[in-house]
């Protein structure tokens, strides 16, 4: 009988025993604070690989005693929604408390299984905790995602993750066998990148490789000897992308291809979801590139389409012709600065007044209040153009956007200035 691996015989079963998001399951945290009250509301887990998603989900349907219900958006579909729902209406009577299904990766669900969720959620024929390691404002449908809190799972501390090695080698019955000397930290914490599933598999690397006479010396040399011969199980699925995703965006943005191409190389051999990767690269061309090259969002918006058509091993060049087409791309990010400066202002000033020019006015009495009124159609004008006042009064000659100093935007800050006269200089 294959043993079963460290990461699930160390599995927490209390929340007492659970390690880390402190911000979350401590004495003040909310989730704390919902169990002790025999109480829990549908939410979502958004955090990295190995942080505890699945984990947490596991310890409140077991503190609280509820039924628990498991589905993965990878291999479940809507007729796998609907069956547990059956079975959570089934086992409920009267008053008593919602089952509760946890559904991982609930990201890669699609609109239709999401939207599935919505009535027994709305219910409250069971309570759903979904995790995912995607911004759930991108990945979660809008209705769904209005009735449940998100809650942010952090990486585990250098502290914590030792506080899981130290219970490990003491109290785990296989890992019990061996005397563990831990000459020195940096690579084990380092590898392990805040992921507790990371640390317990590199553990188990150098028990197994690494014992003599049943003691294991942990050393720096050590842990990267059996990362490297093992390397192709510990890339496998992207556990590492956090890090590399990061590195690859900023080689495009820093405009360096050799640099930006190596890193997608590393993802794609890493085993990547290569949909994950586009995504990202529709989000960097706008966020990046904008306005000194449009079509870079063109670019990565086919790129995305074509992967999701194509598929592997093939999606790899149209993934490599968009990252070298980006990483040697003009770069702005005034799009970017632009919306975050104007939602400051708008968190700043309030529910300003639309001014009454700019106003609909579909009824006779709107229009007899003045909606509408002097409102001049840019059409009918020399130019299609007019100068009006488009702002709230208190805005007026409030400059949002700041063109950069690229070719194409330095067009765009001379048409802004012929056409407003100095209106935006402010």
């Known amino acids: 009988m294959p043993t079963i691996p460290l990461a699930e015989r160390m599995r927490p079963r209390n929340l007492n025993d659970y390690v880390g998001q402190e911000h979350l399951v401590g004495s003040k945290g909310v989730i704390r604070e919902m ?33 628990f219900y498991t589905l993965s958006a990878i291999s479940s579909g809507v007729k796998d929604v609907r069956d547990v729902i059956e079975k959570a209406k089934s086992q409920k009577f009267f008053n008593s408390p919602s089952p509760i299904l946890f559904i991982d990766e609930i990201h890669r669900f699609s ?33 769904l995602l209005s009735r449940c809190q998100v809650y942010i799972l ?36 380092r590898f392990s990148g805040g992921d507790a599933r990371k640390l317990y598999n590199i553990i188990e690397l150098i028990t197994s490789t690494q014992n003599t006479n049943n003691q294991v010396v942990i050393t720096n040399k050590a842990v990267v000897d059996v990362l490297q011969q093992n390397l192709a199980i510990y890339d496998k699925n992207g556990e590492q992308h956090y890090d590399i995703i990061s590195a690859f965006i900023k080689s495009v943005r820093g405009s360096d291809p050799n640099a930006a191409v190596y890193w997608l190389a590393r993802m794609i051999e890493g085993g990547e979801d290569p949909e994950f990767i586009a995504r990202r690269l529709v989000i960097l061309a706008a966020e990046d590139i904008g306005l000194a090259n449009p079509n870079a969002l063109l670019m990565a918006t ?37 919306i975050g400066k104007a939602q400051g202002i708008v968190k700043e000033t309030g529910d300003l007044p639309v001014p009454l ?60 200035k012929a056409l407003w006269k100095g209106k935006y200089n402010k």
């Open 154 to 189: 952090k990486p585990l501390s250098n502290e914590e993750l030792e506080l899981l090695f130290v219970r490990a080698t003491t109290t785990d019955h296989e890992l019990k066998k061996f005397r563990f000397e831990l000459r020195e930290r940096d690579a084990l914490y």
């Open 111 to 143: 609109k239709s299984q999401q939207d599935s969720l919505l009535g027994a959620v709305e219910q409250g024929v069971f309570t759903l905790i979904g995790a995912t390691t995607e911004n759930p404002s991108f990945e979660v449908i809008t209705p």
């Open 357 to 416: 020019h700019l106003r609909n006015a579909p009824t006779r009495l709107m229009k007899d209040i003045g909606y509408g009124i002097d409102y001049k159609y840019a059409h009918s004008f020399p130019g299609n153009f007019v100068e009006q006042e488009f702002l709230p009064e208190k805005l007026s000659g409030t400059s949002i956007y700041k063109p950069q100093d690229n070719s194409r935007e330095q067009e765009i800050a001379a048409r802004i």
């Open 35 to 67: 169990v002790n009250r025999g109480t829990i509301t549908s939410f979502i887990l958004w955090g990295p690989p190995g942080v505890g998603k699945t984990t947490l989900a596991r310890v409140i349907a077991n503190e609280l005693n509820r039924p």
């Open 302 to 338: 086919s790129c995305f389409q074509a992967v999701q058509m194509i598929g592997m091993p093939e999606s790899r060049i149209i993934l490599s012709e968009a990252t070298i087409y980006l990483a040697t791309s003009p770069k702005s990010n005034s799009a970017y600065e632009a």
